[in-house]
C-alpha cells in the first residue's frame, strides 16, 4: 500500500508549462527572447564562487536596491523564488481551510491551484466581453470568507488592463480586512499611461500588495526571481511561510546586477513592445479578434479554434500556448520568430 495523500489533491489538476521542444520557435510561456547581458552573466559567474554556503534567507542586498528603487521600506519587500512562489506565499500567509480567494477568469492558470493547495476555495469571476476584468462583479463576490483578491494587471493571458480610475474606486470598496494583490508580472510592458503603477497605488494603503518578477522583462525566468511590495505586517507574515534559503545567491546576484542595467533591458522592451504591436496589426488585418495587449503576448480568442489553432503553428514549429475551448496566448519573440508565427497563423 503507497502512503495516503489528501484525497482533495487528486482532483486538482497539476500546473501545465508552456511546451518546448528542441529546436522550435517558443513563444509559450511568455519569455523574453533576448539571452542574459554580459553584466548579468559576470555577477551569475562571480556568485557561483560561493556556492558552498547557503545564501543569504532574506536577499538583504535586492530587498534593500528594489526598496530604493521604489521608494518603500525594505521591510515590506520580499524576495521568492519567482513570483509564483511568492503568490504561493500570500496564499499561504491569508488563507485557511475554507477561506475563499476572489479572482478573475481567465486569469494565471497558477492561481487555483494554489489557492486548492491551502484548502480554500477560488471564487471565479468571468472576464468581460472585451476579455478584461469586471471588478464590480468581483466586488460582488467578496463574502465574509473572503481573504485575499488577485487583480493581474495587465492580465495573463488576455494582456488587458484595469485602469487608474477603476482600480481605485475598486480598492476604496474592498473590505479592509482583505487583502488585495495587483499582480504586475508584466508591468513593465505597459505603454497605456492610465494604467497606475501599483506600488504608488498601494502607498498608504493597508491591504494592498504588489507581486513583480524578474522572469519577464529582466529576462531570468531560468533563475526565478519574484517579489512583493506589501504592508509590513502583510510582508513579515509573507516571510514567515516561505522556505528557508529559498532564493539561490546566484539568483539574487543576477537580479541585483538586472536592476543595475535596467536602463538596458527597458530599452530591449521598448523594441518588444513594437513588435508586439506589429503582431497585433498583422492579426487584426488578418480578421483576427486580438485584444489590446499591454504585456509581452497577444491573446486571440478563437474559442473552439484554439487546439486547431495551436496545431497548426506547431506543425510550422512555433510554439503557442492554446486554452482549449477559449483562445491562444502568444508571446512575443524576436522579429524572425514574431514573422515564423504569424506566417503559420494568417
Ligand atoms: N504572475 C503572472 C501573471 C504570470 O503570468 C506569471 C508567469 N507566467 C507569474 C506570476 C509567475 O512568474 P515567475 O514565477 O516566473 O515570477
Known amino acids: 500500500m503507497t502512503a495516503r495523500t489528501r484525497p482533495d489533491l487528486d482532483l486538482l489538476p497539476a500546473y501545465v508549462p508552456g511546451r518546448s521542444t528542441p529546436g522550435a520557435v517558443k513563444l509559450a510561456s511568455n519569455e523574453v527572447a533576448d539571452g542574459p547581458l554580459p553584466s548579468v552573466v559576470a555577477a551569475i559567474t562571480a556568485a557561483a ?133 495587483l499582480d504586475e508580472a508584466y508591468t513593465e510592458f505597459v505603454r497605456d499611461p492610465e494604467v497606475p503603477d501599483g506600488v504608488e497605488l ?72 513594437l513588435e508586439r504591436e506589429r503582431v497585433r496589426d498583422a492579426l487584426v488585418s488578418a480578421g483576427y479578434e486580438v485584444p489590446v495587449s499591454e504585456a509581452n503576448f497577444v491573446w486571440l480568442p478563437v474559442g473552439d479554434g484554439a487546439l486547431a489553432l495551436a496545431q497548426r503553428c506547431a506543425d510550422a514549429g512555433v510554439l503557442v500556448r492554446a486554452f482549449a475551448g477559449d483562445g491562444v496566448r502568444v508571446s512575443t519573440g524576436t522579429p524572425a520568430e514574431n514573422d515564423a508565427f504569424l506566417a503559420a497563423a494568417t
Open 49 to 181: 564562487a560561493g556556492i558552498n554556503r547557503y545564501p543569504d534567507t532574506g536577499s538583504t542586498v535586492l530587498a534593500t536596491a528594489l526598496a530604493a528603487r521604489l521608494a518603500v521600506d525594505a521591510a515590506q519587500v520580499v524576495v521568492g523564488n519567482g513570483s509564483v512562489s511568492v503568490c504561493q506565499q500570500l496564499v499561504q500567509a491569508t488563507c485557511a481551510d475554507g477561506d475563499e480567494v476572489v479572482f478573475a477568469w481567465r486569469s494565471f492558470e497558477a492561481y487555483p491551484i494554489l489557492v486548492r493547495v491551502v484548502g480554500a476555495v477560488p471564487v471565479t469571476v468571468p472576464l468581460t466581453a472585451e476579455h478584461g476584468h469586471d471588478l464590480p462583479a468581483m466586488l460582488a463576490a467578496i463574502t465574509p470568507r473572503t481573504r485575499l483578491v488577485f487583480v493581474c494587471n495587465p492580465n495573463n493571458p488576455t494582456g488587458t488592463v484595469v485602469r487608474r480610475a477603476e482600480l481605485e474606486r475598486f480598492l476604496d470598496a474592498v473590505p479592509p480586512e482583505v487583502l488585495v494583490v
Open 202 to 273: 498601494a502607498r498608504g494603503r493597508a491591504n494592498v500588495a504588489v507581486l513583480r518578477t524578474f522572469s519577464k522583462a529582466y529576462g531570468l525566468a531560468g533563475l526565478r526571481v519574484g517579489y512583493t511590495v506589501a504592508p509590513v505586517a502583510v510582508a513579515t507574515a509573507v516571510r514567515k511561510v516561505g522556505v528557508p534559503f529559498g532564493v539561490s545567491g546566484i539568483a539574487q546576484a543576477a537580479a541585483v546586477a538586472s536592476l543595475d542595467a535596467a536602463d538596458e533591458l527597458m530599452v530591449r522592451c521598448a523594441e518588444l513592445v
